[in-house]
C-alpha cells in the first residue's frame, strides 16, 4: 500500500505519539517512592524531571518530522 506524502507524515507523528506516550506510561508505572518523593531509577532523577525530559524529547522530534516535510 503506498500513502502520500501527507499520510505518511500523519502516520510518522501517531507512532511518535504513541511511542512517547508508552514510555511515559512506563516510567510512571516503575517510579518509587523514597522520603515522599517518587523518584525513576537509582541516579536520583524525580518523576517529575523525567517526563519533563520526554515530553522535550518528544517535542523536538516531531518539531524535526515538520521541519523535515515543509522542505
Partial sequence: ?????????????????????????????YAHWQDGVQ???????TLHQAIAELQQQEAELIDRYNRLNML
Avoid at 523518584?39 to 532523577?45: D, F, K
Fill in 1 to 29: 500500500m503506498t500513502f502520500s506524502p501527507e499520510q505518511d507524515q500523519y502516520l510518522q507523528l501517531a507512532q511518535t505519539r504513541a511511542y512517547y506516550k508508552g514510555v511515559r506510561e512506563g516510567v510512571t508505572m
Fill in 39 to 45: 523518584y525513576v531509577g537509582t541516579t536520583g532523577r
